[in-house]
């Protein structure tokens, strides 16, 4: 129950920023909670941090303007944490190295299979000036697929890799490894939303 209130919320907050934009600045107080590695949620405020300051801790304050009992997680210590626009969940992806140490993920898309963005900690940029980011996919309750992955992990062999990642939606694997027309490598978001459709009726 507490997990699935924990979705609802921030699926209404992600409905509420598609209606209005909404500002958070780095370094305040907000309202929010984390959830610990046991699933309790524990309601406070927590620091609004940039975007690689927020995948490697989670600062939370039981109250709003008194910093006694001020608490810092690392991605070890807790499951998730919630504050303002942003949930971020603890995984194990932090970027290329082979042996990937826990951070805090962003979702970007919540479902069976949760899309999240992760910053390169590296502090790259595009050409364009924005944060180079990776996309990342995660099945947190499929123990033939612990591991999260990337976009290029489906570049080779993508109809045998993608089909085994849904396998579980048997119809929509099925496709997916016959090559159906619609179910490519370029269809993959595609394919991704289909299955997290199945996953939420199933």
Not at 136 to 157: C, E, M, S, W
């Amino acid at each position: 129950m507490k997990k699935i209130t924990a979705i609802i919320a921030f699926s209404l907050v992600a409905m509420t920023a598609g209606a209005q934009v909404l500002s958070f600045n780095v370094g305040r107080k907000y309202a929010g909670y984390y959830v610990s590695i046991k699933g309790d949620t524990v309601n406070g405020f927590l620091r609004y941090g940039d975007n690689y300051e927020s995948q490697k801790r989670c600062v939370f304050y039981p109250n709003e303007n008194d910093n006694n009992g001020v608490l810092n997680f690392k991605p070890e210590e807790i499951s998730s944490y919630f504050v303002g626009d942003r949930c971020y969940r603890s995984i194990h992806y932090s970027g290329g190295l082979l042996d990937k140490p826990l951070r805090f993920n962003l979702v970007a898309k919540d479902g069976g299979i949760t899309e999240f963005t992760f910053y390169d900690e590296d502090g790259s940029r595009n050409p364009d000036g924005t944060p180079k980011t990776e996309d990342v996919f995660f099945k947190a309750n499929d123990p033939a697929n612990p591991k999260p992955v990337t976009l290029q992990y489906f570049g080779i062999g993508f109809a045998n890799k993608m089909a085994a990642f849904v396998a579980d939606d048997v119809e929509l694997s099925k496709k997916v490894a016959a090559k159906e027309k619609g179910y490519g490598m370029l269809k993959l978001l595609d394919i991704i939303d289909e299955y997290n459709k199945w996953y939420a009726n199933k």
